[in-house]
């Protein structure tokens, strides 16, 4: 088993693995921004 490559060294084959990773890391970021927008709603 290959270990996981990052994008900017991904061969022809890891560019199919690197996509989803990259959306779930979104998902994530997007998820910790509603986290903390709400936490600052509640704050005032």
């Known amino acids: 088993m290959k270990k996981y490559q990052f994008p900017s ?9 690197s996509e989803p990773v990259i ?3 979104l ?3 997007v998820l ?5 927008y709400r936490a600052t709603l509640n704050k005032k």
């Open 23 to 25: 959306k779930h890391t």
């Open 9 to 17: 060294m991904a061969s022809d084959e890891n560019k199919d693995y």
């Open 32 to 36: 910790y921004i509603m986290i903390f």
């Open 27 to 29: 998902l994530i970021v």
